[in-house]
């Protein structure tokens, strides 16, 4: 397979002043020292994204360390089906932009169209017992890979709701509420049908790709897919445009949207003991969080929309020699770039005939060659 990603190119970003890498592999591992500059590398291929990158950071935090400027810039070199597309992205102005061949996007997630990444950090060990937001962060970015416009559903949800309470709380226009609300109604249905739709795809992969990570039931509650899943659309539109205009005086004394697939919980469950993945051992969360994005990898692969690229920052060090073998093969036959961290180079030996090998030591990346 010809890797997905050919070059990157770092400009005062985070540890690096300036950086440059060809990519000839489908595998990359990235090892060194705690600190050396390795996850930065990860992080800056993170940032072709519409989400805030793998460390969820502010777009000042990214500058580099040495420099008085708050500018930063990233170049990518991504290859699918034989046509190479140059992507850009950074900080100027105080603004955060994104280009393609040289002209402007009219937003970050047009860049998704090209590649499409998904990750694995250690701050998501947490993602089955930490908040219930990083949850549905974490599953409406895999849902993403489902809809291209799942993202900028959510996005205009959330603004239309913004627009309701301003309404509500400063100028009463019950014509114009009718309007948001509808609106509202109408592209939460929309959201819910996704999310189904990845559900379903979800468990069809489950169920006919073998693999040897423990694979979770999951589900999703929330009032408007609960309404949703038994009602017509044009009913289920009707029912929550009520609801919303019901609930407006306690909506604007609360300065919140009470009912919103913003609200949903993402749930995860242990397929034989069905116990909650929040009840299991971190052992097994590790296996639901591999699993899952193995199988949303090959949903993507399947929706031919562009070329998936996963990144797994120091996963290695946290699986037996076994489980590193088992990720290497079920990696091998998605056939899909993957870029690796980790701090020894004992971690990769399943990869030292495969993978594109760099050093990391002082945010200086040299290649190992045989």
């Known amino acids: 397979m010809q890797p997905a990603i050919l070059k990157l190119g770092c400009r005062n970003f ?35 994204s519409s989400d805030r990158g793998l460390r969820k950071a502010s777009v000042s935090d990214f500058a580099n360390f040495n420099t008085k400027s708050e500018g930063w810039n990233l170049e990518l070199v991504s290859e699918n089906g034989g046509y190479k597309t140059f992507l850009e992205t950074g900080l100027w102005n105080g603004r955060r932009f994104g280009k393609i061949d040289g002209a402007a996007s009219a937003s970050l997630s047009a860049l998704e169209e090209f590649i499409w990444l998904l990750w694995i950090t250690p701050s998501m060990d ?62 939460s249905v929309f959201v819910a ?16 790709c073998g693999s040897n990570f423990l694979r979770p039931r999951v589900s999703i509650n929330g009032k408007i897919e609960s309404l949703a899943a038994i009602r017509s659309d044009e009913d289920a539109v009707l029912e929550i445009s009520d609801f919303l205009k019901n609930s407006r005086n306690e909506d604007c004394e ?3 949207t009470g009912i919103s697939v913003h609200r949903s919980l993402w749930l995860a469950h242990h397929q034989k003991s069905q116990l909650e993945a929040e009840n299991c051992s971190t052992g097994e969360q590790k296996a639901f969080l591999i699993s899952l994005v193995l199988a949303v990898a090959r949903i993507y692969q399947q929706s031919k929309r562009g070329v998936p690229v996963l990144l797994l920052d120091d996963l290695m060090m946290h699986l037996d020699k076994v489980r590193r073998k088992t990720l290497i093969d079920e990696l091998s036959e998605l056939n899909i770039q993957t870029f690796f ?6 971690l990769f030996e399943d990869l030292k005939n495969t993978a594109q090998i760099f050093h990391v030591e002082n945010s200086i990346c040299n290649e190992v060659r045989e």
Do not use: P
């Not at 996704?194 to 992969?205: A, H, P, V, Y």
């Not at 961290?341 to 004992?346: A, I, K, P, Q, V």
């Open 14 to 48: 985070r540890s690096y002043q300036a950086l440059s890498l060809d990519f000839s592999s489908r595998f990359v591992v990235f090892y060194g020292k705690n600190g050396a500059g390795k996850t930065n590398v990860l992080e800056a291929i993170s940032l072709f």
């Open 254 to 256: 609360k300065q919140s």
């Open 341 to 346: 961290t980790g701090t020894e180079l004992y």
């Open 126 to 187: 947490t993602i089955f017992v930490g908040s219930k937001a990083d949850r549905r962060n974490f599953f409406d970015h895999l849902v993403s890979g489902c809809d291209k416009k799942y993202k900028n559903r959510l996005k205009k949800i959330q603004n239309l709701q913004r627009e309701r309470l301003s309404v509500l709380m400063y100028r009463r226009d019950e014509a114009w509420l009718n309007i948001l609300e509808n609106k509202i109604a109408e592209e």
């Open 193 to 208: 049908k996704t999310r189904f739709e990845f559900l379903n795809r979800l468990k069809e992969i489950f169920e006919n």
